[in-house]
Nanobody, 116 residues
Framework: QVQLVESGGGLVQPGGSLRLSCAAS????????MGWYRQAPGKQREWVAS???????IYADSVKGRFTISRENVQNTVYLKMNSLKPEDTAGYYC??????????WGQGTLVTVSS
């Protein structure tokens, strides 16, 4: 019923930056948390970062200090600002909204490629 539309992926050089966006297709209420996950070729999906209802953020150790998750509540949008990108950050990135009632909505993914 609700779709998450992702954008911002692309090709970037090592050390560069990108900002991913994930927006709900319609206005929704009851979002408890938003998060980002990634999956590299041949690897399992990995949790990257989350932002909770009070606004607190948590990060995987692999991206801590380099990535920043933020949200725009009015637009139901979550962002992932990625700095100092490394080749090992190359992956498909997926956003997730955790909604009231233990309901989860996933984005379709946006590809980030870090390469020279």
């Amino acid at each position: 019923q609700v779709q998450l539309v992702e954008s911002g992926g692309g090709l970037v050089q090592p050390g560069g930056s990108l900002r991913l966006s994930c927006a709900a297709s319609r206005s929704i209420a009851g979002i408890n948390a938003m998060g980002w996950y990634r999956q590299a070729p041949g690897k399992q999906r990995e949790w990257v970062a989350s932002i909770l209802k009070p606004g607190s953020t948590i990060y995987a150790d692999s991206v801590k200090g380099r990535f920043t998750i933020s949200r725009e509540n009015v637009q139901n949008t979550v962002y992932l600002k990625m700095n100092s990108l490394k080749p090992e950050d190359t992956a498909g990135y997926y956003c997730k909204f955790s909604l009231l009632g233990n309901f989860e909505v996933w984005g379709q993914g946006t590809l980030v490629t870090v390469s020279s």
